[in-house]
């Protein structure tokens, strides 16, 4: 067991924008945390899920002026709030996620004397079609914060590459992501139930896509097909709205059910016979990884960030992202081709099994932790 100076339990602090990605996004690897002896914090804007962290163990620190939206007004003050926390609480470790917390989480838990400050990239929030501008501002933020961590973790080869003009080779590393495994799989009972529950027939197809109601998540395109492929299937989209991004969408988009948030994703999954992902940027889809745990035959854009999942024709079916005719044709092919659908879903799973386990993510993280002690010669001991 890793332990902090004198023998105590080392305090590890998981920094998010929203408590939901803590609790959706890290579950695993704070509970990993817990069960290796870690003083372990959560520090967040406080949600509806502080109650989910409590349960496995997490002390979660609220920093309420925190948004996810950028907002210099709103960041200054939670900025001081973070800075109050990291003082108060003294973690060995402060470990950054999502863009903006990963940003300001760096510069100011090196500020505040943080021992060892690591980031995980969950994926670039800009790519190479984006404006010149917001590149620029992105890389530029991320090169600047960089310079303030100890150890970068990536999530996809990509950004690491992306990045590495910026990040020395020894300070970074590809550690993929991961679903908890146990959580997914077929389950007959759940898959009747929850059909009932959505008014959908065993001998009617159901497909869905998961994530924010935002159109980055490729919603307008999804809804074109489902229009196009009208009678064939049922489509419904699950997640929350996300007000604070300048792309939310609030209205409704024809031929889609929205279903909104659930909290019984393992069992929805069972219910599905066709996961579908038409997203513009992804740092390595949780949702895709969840699905492919479960079994299920997707459709995913061509991006960095889901080409992770697995090889086109062998693992899911691609699609280039803002293409509604491609994803038209691609899901086309899956509600008319069973074969396909067992074939898919099958080698989804195998793919899971064998490398989507977030408890291996987890224990990277800690060596990481463990690695940079070493390097900076802190009094951190085993056992």
């Not at 109650?51 to 939206?69: C, F, Q, Y």
């Not at 908890?180 to 009617?204: H, K, Q, Y």
């Not at 994530?211 to 307008?220: N, S, T, Y």
Request: aromatic share 6%; hydrophobic share 45%; net charge neutral.
């Amino acid at each position: 067991m890793l332990r902090g100076p004198e023998g105590r339990p080392l305090r590890v602090a998981h920094l998010t924008t929203v408590d939901m990605s803590l609790h959706l996004l890290l579950a695993t690897e704070l509970k990993v945390d817990v069960e290796s002896g870690f003083e372990t914090y959560g520090i967040s804007a406080p949600g509806p899920y502080l109650a989910e962290l409590d349960a496995i163990g997490v002390r979660h620190e609220p920093l309420p002026s925190l948004t996810r939206a950028w907002q210099p007004g709103a960041d200054l003050a939670a900025a001081r709030e973070l800075l109050a926390v990291l003082r108060r609480i003294q973690p060995d470790v402060l470990h950054t996620h999502n863009p903006k917390t990963g940003v300001l989480g760096r510069i100011l838990g090196r500020l505040a004397g943080v021992p060892v400050v690591v980031n995980t990239c969950h994926g670039l929030w800009a790519q190479a079609h984006d404006p010149f501008a917001k590149r620029l501002l992105v890389l530029g933020a991320e090169a600047v914060a960089a310079r303030f961590s100890h150890a970068e973790l990536y999530q996809n080869a990509a950004d690491r590459q992306t990045l590495s003009r910026f990040v020395p080779a020894r300070r970074s590393r590809v550690v993929g992501n991961g679903v908890d495994l146990s959580r997914f799989g077929a389950d007959p009972t759940a898959r009747v139930r929850i059909r009932a529950e959505l008014g959908v027939p065993e001998d009617e197809l159901l497909v869905a896509g998961v994530g924010r109601r935002v159109a980055e998540k490729g919603i307008v395109e999804y809804a074109a097909a489902a229009r196009a492929l009208a009678g064939k299937a049922r489509f419904v989209w699950v997640g929350p709205q996300d007000a604070d991004k300048p792309d939310a969408l609030a209205g409704e988009e024809a031929g889609v059910e929205f279903l909104g948030s659930r909290s019984d994703m393992p069992q929805l999954y069972a219910a599905l016979d066709v996961f579908v992902l038409p997203s513009y940027r992804e740092g390595f889809s949780r949702s895709a990884m969840e699905a492919a745990a479960s079994g299920l035959p997707m459709v995913l854009s061509d991006i960095r960030g889901c080409r992770e999942i697995g090889t086109h024709g062998e693992h899911l079916l691609l699609a280039p992202p803002g293409d509604a005719g491609a994803l038209t044709t691609a899901l086309g092919r899956l509600l008319t081709e069973p074969a396909l659908r067992e074939q898919l879903g099958a080698a989804a799973r195998r793919r899971a099994l064998a490398e989507f386990d977030q408890r291996g993510v987890a224990a990277v993280s800690v060596e990481t932790y463990a690695a940079v002690a070493r390097a900076k010669r802190l009094a951190w001991s085993v056992g």
